[in-house]
């Protein structure tokens, strides 16, 4: 028995190894891009998300708290902000605003609370309106219990589907053999919600005893990428693996996404988590990375403005310090290229509505990509 766990050991650090090798081996670091970076807002420590408001303006959330509204070179610190709960990789988390902003004004932030009986936090979901720098209206739609002290694996992130749902992640909170696949817990999932808050009648578990009905995909580790596909409509997501095994999957309704019982990761002390990569009703991600680039924040580009970026996927790297632009062929990936590398830890990156790529990095701010003439 203890030779079997041996070689099986064995086996999976080589194999580890050998993909870390042929990863490494597959990412190009192109002479020339198309684009200049600028520094847009500068002197913020953990730039988590931005959102675009029709006017020119931006909201940029800062993981301590603060709600930052950005226009013409100015920056307002937004009042009347949730209490953040700010520990470990928990504070204020990401940014929406509802496809129909213009009409109906509201503003969604994801963000970790430590509302509840327990002591802790855990990820909560809250929309809100902006009047005269300051948010009014405020509504709490979600908050995932029970809180815990742990501080690692909130999520999150969000994104309006064609379907006029918002989805929405949550981390597994630490708890990698209870949460992720038990839809009775929060956490590890992926969630999906009208945007009044109430539960969609076709969500996958709603008639599921004891399920938390607002779960639209579970067997996640900690998503903090998640996107709308420019032309099918399909939410792409990427997620932290442990070492290595950071994971881009196509989200389907229902599915199940294996973690902690499939992964091409390991533990961060060098043992295997599991000698499985796949495993029958569980779905297999589109891409993988080996070793982990710790990947946050996730973009198309659909704009014309970078020769020959069209199409492409771009997603920040928290642990190599770079953007990295993955082509596509249809869902797989027959390219990767690192860009901006050393500028930073990149934990967010978005197209804007003028079709400029904006890039948030840790201890800098937010760059703006001025395209190359």
């Not at 109906?104 to 902006?130: F, P, V």
Request: charged residues 20%.
């Amino acid at each position: 028995m203890k030779i079997s766990v041996f070689f099986a050991w064995a086996f999976i650090l080589v194999l580890h190894m050998s993909c870390a090798q042929d990863s490494e081996n597959q990412v190009d670091n192109p002479s020339n891009v198309p684009f200049i970076p600028e520094l847009l807002i500068d002197e913020m420590q953990i730039p988590w998300g931005m959102a675009f408001l029709p006017d020119g303006g931006m909201l940029v959330t800062e993981k301590s708290g603060d709600l930052i509204h950005f226009k013409e070179g100015v920056k307002t610190k937004i009042s009347n902000v949730p209490e953040v709960y700010v520990r470990g990789q928990g504070g204020l988390l990401d940014i929406a605003l509802h496809p129909q902003y213009e009409n109906n004004g509201w503003i969604y932030l994801t963000y970790a609370s430590s509302e509840g009986s327990e002591k802790g936090g855990h990820t909560a979901l809250m929309r809100a309106k902006l009047n005269n720098n300051a948010l009014v209206d405020n509504e709490l739609l979600y908050k995932a219990a029970p809180n815990t002290t742990k501080g690692q694996h909130f999520g999150s992130r969000m994104v309006f589907g064609n379907d006029g749902y918002l989805y929405f992640s949550i981390g597994e909170r630490g708890s990698r053999d209870v949460n992720p696949q038990d839809i009775t817990r929060d956490g590890g999932k992926i969630y999906r919600l009208a945007a009044d808050g109430s539960i969609p009648e076709d969500n996958p578990f709603v008639n599921s005893q004891g399920a938390k009905t607002a779960i639209y995909s579970y067997g996640h580790r900690n998503p903090q990428g998640l996107v709308k596909h420019p032309e099918t409509g399909a939410i792409w997501n990427h997620e932290h693996g442990p070492r290595g095994g950071d994971e881009i999957n196509i989200l389907q309704v229902g599915a199940n996404y294996g973690w902690p019982l499939v992964t091409y990761g390991i533990n961060y002390s060098g043992t295997p988590i599991t000698d499985k990569t796949e495993m029958e009703g569980m779905e297999s991600p589109i891409h993988y990375w080996v070793p982990s680039i710790a990947p946050s924040g996730m973009a198309f580009v659909t704009t014309d403005l970078y020769k020959g970026y069209k199409g492409s996927l771009l997603v920040g790297s928290l642990s190599f310090q770079y953007l990295e632009r993955l082509v596509l062929n249809g869902t797989q990936v027959v390219k990767r290229e690192k860009l901006l590398e050393g500028l930073g830890r990149v934990r967010d990156v978005r197209e804007g509505p003028n079709g400029l790529i904006y890039v948030a990095v840790e201890g800098k701010g937010v760059y703006r990509l001025k395209p190359k003439s």
